[in-house]
């Protein structure tokens, strides 16, 4: 039977996985990685479950456990502590032979945007997947990332100043492949 | 407010950043001037689509995996702790948990403790779910180096011979639980379509219900039960092997044998011990 605590648990945290996905994803080399992410957020954040103060933002401190979780690996991984095995065989690609033309250029589309965006320094990237993607306000941004709500200001300013550049060299990258055929 | 003022705020307009004076004065002028609208509907379109470019729901296999390390936790929990949850002082906390411990600990001093039924609760939930606590599947070598250790060696993936042209015997799962209370690394793998689980106890400290000791190349094994699987239980560096399978207790107990192909203490070659059957049985 649920404990009291696991049900609370489930309500608050638990609502949020797509969200903490999403961003891990993004944050990570490969979807298996992506998991591993999120499910060490959860084990820690069930952990320290009672040390979360009721009414604060939830979203946030779980974003905040998933930063300082990627940083901890990172770290890790520069002193030699854990390996990391790619493991491209896991990543769940799958072609539907059966799309129509239209459905392959929007995804092409979206592949772009997600190469473009991944392409972006990761203080960035990290500040528009919490503020855009996930519409956390700046200042619980600023709490999750660890610094003054100005330098996230700044940083989503020139996070979407570099994305539209590089959207628009890929653009134009594509129409320049097109003519050449 | 110029155009220039106007467009410097529209991205943190639509994060609703701006206070409300400003916005009413940006939307005057957005309804004044045809060029800062199209901007903010790009701004709007590109924040669509990024959202939609990374739009990905979690698997199901890790919301799986997530309750499945949850339930875990809960049940390795103390049942005191409901008790200490933001009532008594951590202090008062501690005391009487370390009372409690010193209690379990004279209590298994009196009698050799035994498994814990629902610890083979595990092997069904691993096997069944996918179940991982701590460092998961992916991590194996996170999960090797934890127990080399803490155990003082790595978690042996096996190499065990394939009884017939299934699948290779690769690791299903693999991790960290609380076990007889204490920590064990485990690892979940297949054989010839079967499933098999290995956990490997810190301390060597107990015994199977109803076991046979049988000894095989002059080392100790204990075939049991384990709840509703069978079981081989042996001592390794000081250390407790338990191996769980719905397997044929003769199959598991010669898996066991194979699993540790190099005995520390013995001088016999991978070879003869990976052909070795069971010398006698007591």
Redesign the interface.
Known sequence: MASCKQREFEAHALAHVDALYRVARRMSQSAAEAEDLVQEVFYRAYRSFSRFRKGSNCKAWLFKILLNVRLSRAAAVRQGRTKVIPLAAFSQRRDDAADPERLVSARIELERVRKALDSLPEEYRAALLLCDVEGLSYKHAARVMGCPVGTVRSRLARGRALLRQRLEASASQNVGEVDAR | MTCQETQARL??HL???LPRRTVRRLERHLGACPACSERLEAERA??A???????????T???I???G???Q??AGRSPFS?LF??CWPRLTAAAVTAAVLAFLALSWLAAPPRIMADSVNMHRRFVSTGF???P?L?????IL?WSEQKLGYAVPRPMLPQPSPEPSNDVLAGGICPLVKQQAAYLTYSYGGRVVSLFMLRHPTHTLRGTRRVVVQGREYFVGRFKKYNAVLWEYRGTTCILVSDLQPETLLDLSVKVFPQQPDRSTTSTSLMGARVASRA
């Open positions: 991205a943190d994060s609703g950043e590109l924040r689509r990024l959202r939609q470019a990374v739009n990905e729901t979690a698997p296999a890790l919301r995996r997530i309750r390390a949850i339930e936790l809960e409901g949850h933001g991982m606590a701590g998961t992916r991590q194996v070598p996170a180096a």
